[in-house]
Protein backbone atom coordinates (compact mmCIF):
# COMPACT_ATOMS: atom_id res chain seq x y z
CA UNK A 1 0.00 0.00 0.00
CA UNK A 2 1.31 2.98 -1.04
CA UNK A 3 0.19 5.94 1.54
CA UNK A 4 -0.47 9.47 -0.16
CA UNK A 5 -0.95 12.98 2.11
CA UNK A 6 -2.50 15.19 0.32
CA UNK A 7 -3.20 18.89 0.95
CA UNK A 8 -6.36 20.41 1.96
CA UNK A 9 -8.12 22.03 -1.40
CA UNK A 10 -7.24 18.60 -2.77
CA UNK A 11 -8.95 16.70 0.65
CA UNK A 12 -12.15 18.63 0.42
CA UNK A 13 -12.92 17.71 -3.35
CA UNK A 14 -11.88 14.18 -2.76
CA UNK A 15 -13.75 13.99 0.38
CA UNK A 16 -10.89 12.22 2.14
CA UNK A 17 -8.91 12.60 5.38
CA UNK A 18 -5.46 13.64 5.14
CA UNK A 19 -4.04 10.28 3.89
CA UNK A 20 -5.16 7.95 1.57
CA UNK A 21 -3.50 4.32 0.75
CA UNK A 22 -3.78 2.90 -2.69
CA UNK A 23 -2.74 -0.28 -4.44
CA UNK A 24 -0.30 0.35 -7.26
CA UNK A 25 1.31 -1.58 -9.40
CA UNK A 26 5.08 -1.71 -10.23
CA UNK A 27 7.26 -0.09 -11.11
CA UNK A 28 5.82 2.46 -8.50
CA UNK A 29 6.64 6.02 -9.93
CA UNK A 30 5.25 9.24 -9.59
CA UNK A 31 3.00 8.42 -12.65
CA UNK A 32 1.66 5.48 -11.70
CA UNK A 33 0.68 6.43 -7.93
CA UNK A 34 -0.89 9.43 -9.82
CA UNK A 35 -2.74 7.30 -11.85
CA UNK A 36 -4.15 5.35 -9.04
CA UNK A 37 -5.04 8.45 -7.35
CA UNK A 38 -7.30 9.65 -10.04
CA UNK A 39 -8.46 6.67 -10.91
CA UNK A 40 -9.78 6.25 -7.33
CA UNK A 41 -10.94 9.84 -6.99
CA UNK A 42 -12.07 11.26 -10.27
CA UNK A 43 -12.66 14.45 -8.74
CA UNK A 44 -8.89 15.17 -8.51
CA UNK A 45 -8.42 14.63 -12.91
CA UNK A 46 -7.03 17.10 -13.95
CA UNK A 47 -6.19 19.08 -10.61
CA UNK A 48 -2.60 17.82 -10.17
CA UNK A 49 -1.86 17.34 -13.41
CA UNK A 50 -2.81 19.09 -16.92
CA UNK A 51 -5.13 16.79 -19.19
CA UNK A 52 -3.72 17.13 -21.99
CA UNK A 53 0.18 17.04 -21.14
CA UNK A 54 0.36 15.64 -17.88
CA UNK A 55 2.74 17.83 -16.42
CA UNK A 56 2.42 18.99 -12.66
CA UNK A 57 -0.39 21.57 -12.23
CA UNK A 58 2.13 24.89 -10.74
CA UNK A 59 2.07 25.28 -7.20
CA UNK A 60 2.02 21.63 -6.61
CA UNK A 61 5.43 20.02 -5.86
CA UNK A 62 5.91 16.33 -4.48
CA UNK A 63 7.97 14.87 -2.25
CA UNK A 64 8.85 11.54 -0.03
CA UNK A 65 11.61 11.15 2.08
CA UNK A 66 12.54 14.52 2.80
CA UNK A 67 13.37 14.49 -0.80
CA UNK A 68 11.50 16.85 -3.75
CA UNK A 69 10.63 14.85 -6.11
CA UNK A 70 8.60 17.58 -8.42
CA UNK A 71 11.27 18.08 -11.28
CA UNK A 72 12.20 14.18 -11.93
CA UNK A 73 11.05 12.50 -14.33
CA UNK A 74 7.34 11.16 -13.39
CA UNK A 75 8.74 7.97 -14.62
CA UNK A 76 11.40 7.78 -12.32
CA UNK A 77 10.63 4.85 -9.30
CA UNK A 78 9.88 6.69 -5.81
CA UNK A 79 12.16 5.78 -3.11
CA UNK A 80 12.03 2.03 -1.55
CA UNK A 81 10.27 3.13 1.95
CA UNK A 82 7.79 5.08 0.06
CA UNK A 83 6.80 1.59 -1.83
CA UNK A 84 6.95 -0.36 1.58
CA UNK A 85 4.56 2.14 2.83
CA UNK A 86 6.85 3.54 5.83
CA UNK A 87 6.88 6.58 4.41
CA UNK A 88 4.20 8.50 2.46
CA UNK A 89 4.06 10.12 -0.99
CA UNK A 90 3.20 14.05 -0.23
CA UNK A 91 1.18 15.95 -2.24
CA UNK A 92 1.87 19.24 -1.23
CA UNK A 93 0.30 23.06 -1.89
CA UNK A 94 2.95 25.15 -2.93
CA UNK A 95 2.49 29.21 -0.96
CA UNK A 96 4.16 31.99 -3.24
CA UNK A 97 3.36 35.99 -2.90
CA UNK A 98 5.17 38.90 -1.86
Same mark, same amino acid.
Given at each position: ??? &?? #???????? *? =?????? =? #?? &?? /?????????? *??? !????????????? &???????????? *??????? #?? /? *?????????????????? &?? !?? !???
Amino acid at each position: MIR &VV #LPPHLRTL *A =NVGSEV =N #LE &VD /SPVTTQTILD *ALE !ARYPTLCGTIRDH &VTQKRRPFLRFF *ACSEDLS #LE /S *ADTPVPDSVVSGDEPFFI &VG !AV !AGG
